[in-house]
């Protein structure tokens, strides 16, 4: 399975940005699909996640009600939409598959494949 991350870029503070991730493979339907974001000089920390269905998803507190997360298994893809973005939402976000599709998982160990990053930078 290979991952490709897209839709990163610069904003000011207060933007909206949406990121995508493009899954290989048939069995994208029934992965967990989730976003991560490494700040500089910081760990790895989980932003969000969904389903395989679509139907749960899990954010963290710290972007609950501002970033909103969707997928389209038709089309093997998984969207993260950001708004209201902060300084502090500054990363490069990943997206991950948890191919035996655990519900919404929130540890990055419980991810099997991983996209390449694409970097966030929020300008004050």
């Known amino acids: 399975v290979q991952l490709q991350a897209s839709g990163g870029g610069l904003v000011q503070a207060g933007g909206s940005l949406r990121l995508s991730c493009a899954a290989s493979?048939?069995?994208?339907?029934?992965?967990?699909m989730g976003w991560f974001r490494q700040a500089p000089g910081k760990e790895r920390e989980f932003v969000v996640a969904?389903?395989?269905?679509?139907?749960?998803?899990r954010y963290a507190d710290s972007v609950k009600g501002r970033f909103t997360i969707s997928r389209d298994n038709a089309k093997n893809t998984v969207v993260l939409q950001m708004n209201s973005l902060k300084p502090e939402d500054t990363a490069v976000y990943y997206c991950?598959?948890?191919?035996?599709?655990?519900?919404?998982?929130?540890?990055?160990?419980?991810?099997?494949?991983w996209g390449q990053g694409t970097l966030v930078t929020v300008s004050s």
């Open positions: 969904i389903s395989w269905s679509g139907g749960s998803t």
């Open positions: 991950a598959a948890d191919r035996m599709g655990r519900g919404t998982a929130a540890v990055a160990d419980e991810y099997d494949y």
């Open positions: 493979g048939r069995a994208f339907s029934s992965y967990t």
